[in-house]
C-alpha cells in the first residue's frame, strides 16, 4: 500500500489540538495519567487525548474566559474537523477528548 502524508498545515493543527488538550488535563484535571491516540481509517482521522483526573464538559470556566477551548475549536475547524468531550467511563473519572476530521485533508 501506498503511504500517504498529511498536509504540514494540517500536522500542525493536529499537534497543537494534542498540545493544549494535555497541558490543559495536566493544569486543571490533576491526573495521573494522560494518554494521547491517533487512529485512521478510510475516511476519518480521530485524534484522541484522554485523562483520568477532574471531569471536564468543555464548556469555558469563568478564570480563563475558555481562550484555551476557542482556540482548540479554530485548530479543529481549520480541518474540517469537530472536538467532543466525553466523560470517562474509567471507574477513576476522567474525561475523553476526541477530534474528528474527515479525510482527505487538502
Known sequence: PMKKELPLAATNHLYRIARELATNAARHAHPTRITIS???????????????????????????????????????????????????KNATGGTVVSCDVRLPIV
Open 38 to 88: 491517533v487512529r485512521l481509517s478510510r475516511r476519518l482521522l480521530t485524534l484522541e487525548v484522554a485523562n483520568d483526573g477532574l471531569p471536564f464538559d468543555g464548556q469555558p470556566g469563568t478564570k480563563s474566559g475558555g481562550m484555551g477551548l476557542h482556540a482548540l475549536r479554530k485548530h479543529a475547524e481549520a480541518l474540517g474537523g469537530r472536538i467532543k468531550f466525553v466523560p470517562s
